[in-house]
DNA sequence: ATCATGTATTACGCAATGCATAATACCGGG
DNA sequence: CCCGGTATTATGCATTGCGTAATACATGAT
């Protein structure tokens, strides 16, 4: 029931969790959703987090580079370009305001000044 | 270029403010969207709004109540079911963990339990 | 050899949601 | 009579999370 609520409240948050991921240094794909399943209640799947790296490459927020690997298919790595950082720094100063409304939100509404 | 991510960011996260402001008590859709307009950095616009109050009554959160306005055309009052109130507080139970998942994430990302 | 398992990536397609745009209805004032 | 403020509804687009599935590589078991 609460699941699909939980779906949409993930949108653009992940994208954000895979930044902060990154901001340590370069990281491939299948890693990072490593680190994002060790968050609880963040669980995420491959079909998830692959796609996201897509774009923000795409949008020139990551450059990637791929190494052989001898455990299994060549790894991609990314890490964060110059771009990527200032969305980083963004966001990072977005989600504070988010948060703060809606605890304006909860604590209290008064539809005027409350006095005194 | 970052309001696309707000954009994003906001699925979902509405709904729990229509709730929020309803907690208090029944409320119809213009005067919602003047609450949510006062909070700064979370201005909706009413096509955002109506649509949510549509699908939150749909799925029985909200029930409805039409009253004739002296100043427009009728409002619609909409009030929280007792489904509506169970929804609000998973709601109210889930957000902090989002929260907690982020700051785990800001806040360094140990691979392994760190030792001492 | 064959099959399963863990590593690692890609592609297809659906369901939801935010939001811009526009139309409509009602009232009062210039 | 038109404009602005109140109040709601409808249409349609772009984006995203995610289930499902296919594929590639290596190792170890059957």
Redesign the interface.
Known sequence: M?EG?????????L???VL??LR?GESYGYEIVQ?LKR????AVSESTVYPILGRLRAEGFLKSRDVPSDAGPPRRYFALTPRGKV?LA???A??P??????N???SG?PEREPQT
């Open positions: 609460i609520w939980i779906t949409q409240l993930r949108k653009g948050l994208e954000y969790c902060l991921v340590r680190a968050i609880e209640d963040l969305r963004e966001m990072n977005y989600w305001m988010l948060t703060k409304a809606l304006e939100l909860k509404k």
